[in-house]
């Protein structure tokens, strides 16, 4: 395949194109065939090691993306014309290298978008998987209409998709929204981040570690993520404790954000979507009491609206989100 320049890339795009997506973390991955206005034909999900081998990893995903291309093909659908990728970060979207992810730790520079395009003989594009799930409510979910919102991700680790203009703010080294670093106390839960990180008492991995360590006795290790929210969601009260006591540093980076950027929306996704108000309310609640009450107006605060779709429209959303601003 000769190498073509990202804008010839996306000069080429038109409405009819269609799309293999691909989401990937280190808990699923999900392959999908779909088109520029989001519509998904076919998905396969399947779980690849968090330890595993990059090789290794990108053969399996490789050979899930054949059977949906088969199954594809048998339907009479067209071939993709091009790939789109949503990957947990810290990735360099222009180089598609990817830079050892907490869920993906011996991803060590491995050269994704590379690959991929020699594996399909298909053009890649690439976005870090919480700037596409920013892109994915604001054209299609929560956010549309919105030209100044933030996505929390909570999955596995806390960062954010800022669109700031209607467009992705990716900082200077693609690093912008990298916030579950921070640490708000020396000890404490961890997820997949630092002890007292953000991620640590925010994330759904984290508030798992956090309700074990408070109530042992309750949480055996091995909650996962989804347990704890169904106990959250049923009024447990040790569960609605650990909510709480989660939404404590998330009001307090929340409010910070809300300084600087000044958004008109905030959009939470995994698993704040299946918490709905059992988070959004101690959350607002934090914000206020460490000044948000200050605020001259404070933002709507929305879960996603794409909720289980969420993870697959987002695999399209590097393509897509190219092709809409090139209309403009």
């Known amino acids: 395949m000769v190498a073509r320049s990202l804008a010839n890339i996306i000069n080429d795009l038109t409405v009819s194109t269609k799309i293999l997506g691909f989401h990937i ?13 989001g519509f998904i034909y076919e998905r396969i999900q399947s779980e690849i090691s968090s330890q595993m ?3 290794e990893a990108f053969d399996s995903i490789c050979s899930q993306a054949d059977k949906l291309l088969k199954i594809c093909r048998a339907q009479g659908l067209s071939n993709p014309e091009v790939i789109s990728v949503a990957i947990s970060g810290p990735v360099d979207v222009s180089t598609g290298v990817v830079l050892a992810p907490l869920d993906l730790p011996t991803w060590q520079d491995a050269q994704l978008k590379g690959r991929l395009s020699v594996r399909f003989n298909l053009p890649v594009l690439i976005e870090h998987r919480s700037n596409a799930a920013a892109l994915a409510e604001y054209h299609f979910g929560a956010g549309v209409g919105v030209d100044r919102l933030i996505f929390f991700d909570l999955e596995p680790v806390v960062s954010l998709g800022l669109i700031l203009g209607g467009s992705i703010y990716h900082g200077a080294n693609d690093a912008a929204g990298e916030i579950g670093h921070m640490r708000f106390t020396s000890k404490g839960p961890s997820g997949l981040g630092l002890p007292g990180s953000l991620t640590g008492y925010a994330s759904g991995l984290g508030m798992a570690d956090l309700a074990q360590q408070r109530y042992p006795r309750r949480w ?10 169904k106990a959250a969601n049923a009024g447990e009260t040790e569960a609605l404790a650990i909510v709480n006591e989660a939404a404590d540093p998330l009001g307090q980076a929340l409010l910070w954000l809300i300084y600087s950027i000044d958004p008109e929306m905030v959009i939470f996704g995994h698993p704040g979507d299946l918490l709905g108000e059992v988070l959004l309310q101690p959350l607002r609640e934090a914000v206020l009491r460490y000044g948000g009450a200050e605020a001259r107006q404070l933002p709507r ?5 794409l909720g289980p779709k969420l993870d697959d429209t987002a695999a399209l959303m590097a393509v897509i989100d190219a092709f809409k601003k090139r209309e403009v």
């Open 25 to 37: 973390s280190g808990f699923k991955t999900v392959v999908v065939y779909g088109d520029m206005n």
């Open 53 to 55: 081998d990059f090789l």
């Open 220 to 229: 055996p290790r091995g909650l996962s993520p989804y347990q704890f929210v």
């Open 301 to 305: 605060l929305n879960v996603s609206k």
